[in-house]
């Protein structure tokens, strides 16, 4: 019979470490609900755990009542369309997302993406996937192209040509049907605002998840690009997208979660969903130095501008506001 090794000692660290992992995916509070509803402009109900109904019913306990679900390749494009049109305070945005382009294109078959290995296909596949997202920003419900953009921090060298091509397939579809651009930019900034303007943008461009510094905001602001800003504006190495929102006018800007991801301060690597906006929002407001009231009504006009919807207008979650055209 084996000796048991196990020490008192070794039991109280495995212990204090399921207690630390247990806290870490255990979801935050709920925080104080805003008086002024707002919108999540960005979120992935697909990627979270719970149902959508439960989700919304969360979001609009604290003052978010309406959701855009985006989708960032043609499964999730699908469900984001189909889930859109289930629920009153969803509307959807389809894409392939710039990491997606070039896995179509050079296959996976490693499964280095994590999402199974898979064939290349060619430029052929990227157009015909470009193709059915074309057929789904046609949906009523799809109110917007995207997130679509470039990456170079998870793809390299060998997937620009790809991304690119992608990425002006997008804008493309977005001034043929009239809907959002929804950029993605991670480490791209010149080549984004350059494939922009060669290509002419659509009216409505927004920078999902801001990452530029102040200059690209100013730069952004010019164009009447709407710039979204995310949970990690709170993180404290974040001084350089403070200073962007600080720039930023009143306008322009839109609030979302991101989620699952960028958690918003105090709770940063616990999971993201909906009803956490109002922490970030907050922290804008901090930032601007308006008061909660007043950027929640300016992002609330801002994002139903955008996506083409009347925002609600009185008390959370009351049904029937959301499905309505400006």
Not at 192 to 212: D, Q
Not at 290 to 304: I, S
Request: charged fraction near 20%; include cysteine; aromatic fraction near 6%.
């Amino acid at each position: 019979m084996a000796q048991n090794t196990t020490t008192p000692g070794g039991n109280a660290t495995k212990n204090s470490a399921q207690s630390a992992q247990k806290e870490k995916d255990a979801p935050p509070p709920l925080p104080e609900p805003l008086r002024v509803p707002v919108a999540d402009s960005h979120t992935h109900l697909d990627m979270q755990s719970g149902t959508v109904e439960e989700a919304l019913a969360k979001a609009a306990s604290v003052g978010v009542t309406t959701l855009i679900q985006v989708g960032c390749d043609l499964a999730g494009s699908r469900w984001a369309a189909e889930t859109a049109e289930a629920h009153e305070n969803v509307w959807a945005t389809v894409a392939l997302h710039p990491n997606e382009a070039p896995r179509i294109v050079h296959g996976d078959p490693d499964g280095w993406s994590r999402q199974g290995a898979r064939e290349p296909g060619g430029e052929a596949a990227l157009d015909a996937a470009l193709e059915e997202i074309a057929a789904l920003a046609a949906l009523p419900q799809v109110r917007g192209v995207g997130e679509t953009g470039l990456d170079y921090f998870r793809t390299g060298p060998e997937g620009i040509a790809a991304q690119k091509r992608s990425f002006r397939g997008h804008i493309a579809i977005a001034k043929r049907y009239g809907k959002a651009l929804v950029i993605h930019d991670r480490e791209a900034h010149e080549d984004v605002l350059r494939v922009l303007a060669e290509e002419g943008p659509p009216e409505t461009v927004v920078f999902h998840c801001y990452s530029g510094d102040a200059a690209m905001a100013k730069i952004c602001a010019a164009h009447g690009y709407y710039m979204s800003f995310a949970g990690n504006v709170t993180f404290k190495n974040a001084t350089p997208l403070r200073e962007a929102l600080a720039v930023a006018p009143l306008d322009l800007l839109l609030v979302e979660t991101d989620a699952p991801f960028l958690t918003p301060a105090p709770y940063r690597g616990r999971p993201n969903a909906p009803y956490l906006i109002p922490l970030t929002l907050r922290a804008m407001a901090e930032v601007k130095g308006v008061p909660e009231d007043t950027l929640a009504a300016a992002v609330a006009a801002n994002t139903a501008r955008v996506f083409g919807y009347r925002a609600p207008v009185s008390g959370a979650g009351e049904p029937g506001e959301g499905r309505h055209v400006q």
